[in-house]
Nanobody, 118 residues
Framework: QVQLVESGGGLVQPGGSLRLSCAAS????????MAWYRQAPGKQRELVAS????????YADSLKDRFTISSRGNNQNTIDLQMDSLEPDDTAVYYC???????????WGQGTQVTVSS
């Protein structure tokens, strides 16, 4: 099992910035990746950005100019999502996901609310 603890999120004005963090613990070794997804009310959950344990990143095309994903810490098992120039359309619940590549197993965090509003 892999446990995920998310932090960050909250209310920010348009044009502001927020930083989300997600720490993975437990049996999280070997080829693996972590990612941030988001789900706005009435919409499907969508990928925001992902990063592998070797540092390869992937972004949603519409977000790559404003969002940055990075990893840090012991075994690079903590990821951060720096979100700049936030817009009201970025309002959503943001979820952290951890994937064990060989086992093809996904683990999800509980989600953190991001609200962009004046």
């Amino acid at each position: 099992q892999v446990q995920l603890v998310e932090s960050g999120g909250g209310l920010v004005q348009p044009g502001g910035s927020l930083r989300l963090s997600c720490a993975a613990s437990g049996n999280f070794f070997g080829p693996r990746s972590m990612a941030w997804y988001r789900q706005a009310p009435g919409k499907q959950r969508e990928l925001v950005a992902s990063i592998t344990n070797t540092g390869t990143t992937n972004y949603a095309d519409s977000l790559k100019d404003r969002f940055t994903i990075s990893s840090r810490g012991n075994n690079q098992n903590t990821i951060d999502l720096q979100m700049d120039s936030l817009e009201p359309d970025d309002t959503a619940v943001y979820y952290c996901k951890a994937t064990l590549s060989l086992a093809r197993a996904d683990f999800w965090g509980q989600g953190t609310q991001v609200t962009v509003s004046s």
